[in-house]
């Protein structure tokens, strides 16, 4: 059985800020490394980060029904791979997956059981901020990636949680908890409880 935790959020509300700590915190926790035609941003790796491929590649992959499921986010191209999603989780493991709005819905109904969490940023103004921290210069991608966010928060009603990323401590405190929470869902837990019943013979 797939433990899938989505975690979205407009660009630049510090959805990958949040899963690094995550993930450095929680060494059973695996990420879903996506394809992407972007090019890599300077602190990035290829394979850790993305797999950054050509559109060439990505199309030829997608032909091929490699992906689980693909979107065009931001004039480019974005998928989790079955590879990706079959290679890292299995029974004992849960995979995190930095997708937008319309990966995660073809997730949910894929994985019903998967967890989706929706980071945003405490408002407009510190979005355009922190995507200017990061950008270092504010570019026409700059520009379309704010003017995006609005239509993406405008799809919450299809995540499980929220997250307001204004503090980031408290921010990361809430989705450790809610990753806490996640893996002590009963579904995934009754083999505690069958053995528990076991030693009573
Ligand atoms: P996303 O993955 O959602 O696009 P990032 O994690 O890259 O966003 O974060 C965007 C920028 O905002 C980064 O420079 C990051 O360091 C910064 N950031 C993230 N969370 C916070 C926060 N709570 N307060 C201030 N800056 C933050
Ligand atoms: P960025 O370029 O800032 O890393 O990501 C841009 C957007 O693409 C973010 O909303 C991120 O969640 C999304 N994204 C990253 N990987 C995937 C993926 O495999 N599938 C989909 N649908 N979206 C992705």
Not at 158 to 165: A, C, K, Q
Request: glycine share 6%.
């Amino acid at each position: 059985m797939h433990n899938l935790i989505i975690v979205s959020g407009p660009s630049g509300s510090g959805k990958s800020t949040l899963i690094r700590k995550l993930l450095a915190v929680c060494p059973e926790l695996r990420f879903s490394v996506s394809h992407t035609t972007r090019p890599a941003r300077e602190n990035e790796v290829n394979g850790r980060d993305y797999h950054f491929v050509s559109r060439r590649v990505f199309q030829k992959m997608r032909l091929r029904r490699e992906f689980a499921e693909w979107a065009e986010v931001h004039g480019q191209l974005y998928g989790t791979s079955w590879r990706e999603l079959r290679g890292k989780s299995n029974r004992n493991r849960t995979l995190v997956l930095d997708i937008d709005v319309q990966g995660a819905r073809s997730i949910k109904r894929r994985f019903s059981q998967a967890m989706a969490i929706f980071v945003v940023p405490p408002s407009l103004a510190e979005l355009k901020r922190r995507l200017r921290q990061r950008e270092k210069k504010w570019s026409p991608e700059t520009e379309h990636r704010l003017q995006k966010a609005l239509n993406e928060i405008r799809g919450y009603k299809l995540y499980d949680y929220l997250i307001v990323n204004q503090d980031l401590k408290k921010a990361f405190a809430e989705l450790r908890c809610l990753q806490v929470a996640f893996g002590r869902q009963m579904a995934r837990n009754e083999e505690q409880i069958k053995k528990l019943l076991r030693g009573r013979k």
